[in-house]
């Protein structure tokens, strides 16, 4: 009891030190996964002198974190935004995988001269792209939402595969023919439990009034937990199980849809910070130098061989421009989870797990700075920069069960068409009325005539049965004005 003061003192200012310092690590255009790692580094052996050293504790609690960042990485994807690149991205998540472990493992036995399943297992570690890394870096670089989404479900995608192949790789599974098989069970299963709970979550939460709008976050992230664990009991990918979870729910009609969100980020931020910090205090400064020449040829490779051909041949069938591909092949990010994934044949003993785990650091830090300073000057030379998308607007629900109601509350963005549409055009489904349009912070009972604008809050009251229907007109409008109906623009 009496360290707790100390542990917890020194712990909130870790993490007000994290929160601060991604500011500026947006500023310089850098994931702030390098703050965080720098973080762990000076208050660990070299720095403060705070001892950790323990990789099977590493891997467990890596592992949480990375549950956690996928929950969050789930919940927050847009199917509206993903979906032009749906096909580039599921054929890069799960082509790349092999590719890399492939073409990486070849180079690095023969120029490092390490076993092939060693060599392999080097190429496994390293196939694994990282959110977090990524879209940190994206969203200074204004790139338009085909890209962003393929880049965005590859990295939600492809842990799984990336996972299993270490594993197996570490654990000395003898490959044989039933081997494939046993690949498709773990992501075919993995799949099918994540849609799964994500729809029977998604339905009972649209129909639940809990009684604090506080439960409802807490919820969503619980069931995508419970995918994970359901599909690793299983012996299928929890992995994808909990992204696919978090996609589903965070695309279904959910009450105070924005609360779960702001949590589930929150929450991934805070998973974030504590896995890099906690790498950054597991890193050993001087043990880094004798990994400085494998770490930077493996880089290499992964980086400038195996990832520009996974992207060819994953995107050839969808005719994606090579300017674009080029740009894909820069794109691909590591972060926290090939490292997370290092610690597993770490924990397992095996030997010169520990030279790639140093290396893993070397790769993440030197091709982290070097990619993320060149991914927005390499947009704009490659064309593939676009001016910044107008954010859709925000519809959040609060069901009113006694009534058999549901409170819509909406924002109208900037550059939103709902701009200058009268309340008449925006001919909301039977069933369903605004009832309050909050402009400047005071609210007034709006007429037919009433003309929306930019930044104003609205409230919708519809029953449940239009409800579907009210959300899906709000938005075709804001995406296409009042004649959305007749662009094709159905608001789904």
């Known amino acids: 009891m009496d360290d707790l003061p100390v542990v917890l003192g020194s712990g909130a200012i870790v993490l007000l030190a994290s929160v601060f310092a991604v500011r500026f690590s947006i500023r310089l255009g850098l994931p ?48 509206s935004a993903v979906r032009p690149g749906l096909g580039p ?79 197996l790789l570490a654990t000395n599974v003898t490959v044989d023919w039933g081997l494939p098989l046993q690949l498709l069970y773990q992501l075919g299963l993995g799949a099918v439990v994540g849609l799964a709970l994500g729809w029977v979550g998604g339905w009972l939460l649209s129909r639940a009034a809990l009684p604090a709008t506080g439960l409802y976050p807490l919820a969503a992230v619980a069931l995508c937990v419970l995918a994970f664990s359901s599909a690793q009991f299983a012996g299928a990918s929890g992995l994808l199980a909990t992204y696919l979870a978090g996609v589903v729910l965070g695309n279904s009609r959910l009450p105070h849809r924005s609360d779960t969100l702001s949590f589930a980020e929150g929450l991934g931020w805070l998973a974030q910070i504590g896995l890099f910090v906690l790498l950054g205090l597991f890193a ?60 597993i044949p770490l924990a397992d003993g095996r030997a010169g797990a520990q030279l790639l785990v140093d290396a893993v650091f070397v790769i993440v830090i030197a091709f982290t700075l070097l990619q993320a300073a060149l991914l927005t000057p390499l947009a704009r030379v490659l064309g593939v920069a676009e001016p910044s998308q ?39 489904p039977r069933g369903a009325s605004v009832s309050l349009v909050v402009r400047g912070g005071e609210g007034f009972t709006p007429e037919p005539t009433t003309r929306l604008q930019e930044d104003d809050q609205l409230l919708v009251v519809t029953t449940e049965a239009a409800r579907a229907a009210t959300e899906r007109r709000l938005r075709a409008v804001d995406r296409a004005g009042p004649i959305a109906h007749w662009k094709g623009e159905r608001g789904d």
């Open 32 to 79: 702030s996964l390098l703050i965080y790692l720098g973080i762990g580094v000076a208050i660990g052996e070299a720095g403060l002198g705070v001892e950790f050293d323990n990789p099977a504790l590493t891997q467990s609690l890596g592992l949480a974190a990375l549950v956690m960042i996928l929950v969050e990485g789930g919940l927050t994807t847009q199917w």
């Open 89 to 167: 991205g599921i054929a890069l998540s799960v082509i790349a995988v092999p590719v890399t472990v492939a073409v990486t493992g070849a180079a690095l036995h023969f120029v490092l001269d390490l076993d092939w399943r060693t060599a392999l297992l080097w190429g496994a570690v390293l196939s694994s792209t990282d959110a977090a890394a990524v879209f940190s870096v994206l969203r200074s670089a204004g790139i338009g939402r085909r890209l962003s989404g393929v880049l965005e479900l590859e990295s939600g995608l492809n842990d799984a595969p990336s996972y299993i192949a270490v594993v």
């Open 284 to 343: 050993a400064p001087e043990r880094l130098l004798h990994a400085v020449v494998p770490g930077l040829v493996a880089g290499t490779v992964a980086v400038l061989v195996a990832r520009p051909l996974a992207v060819v041949l994953s995107t050839m069938p969808f005719r994606v421009p090579w300017r674009e591909q080029a740009f894909l092949s820069w794109a691909g990010l590591r972060g926290a989870v090939p490292i997370v994934l290092a610690t």
């Open 390 to 428: 107008p954010r859709e607007i925000e519809v959040d629900a609060a069901p009113l069960d006694e009534l058999g109601a549901v409170l819509l509350q909406v924002r109208i963005p900037r550059r939103s068409r709902l701009h200058g549409v009268y309340l008449a055009e925006l001919r909301v």
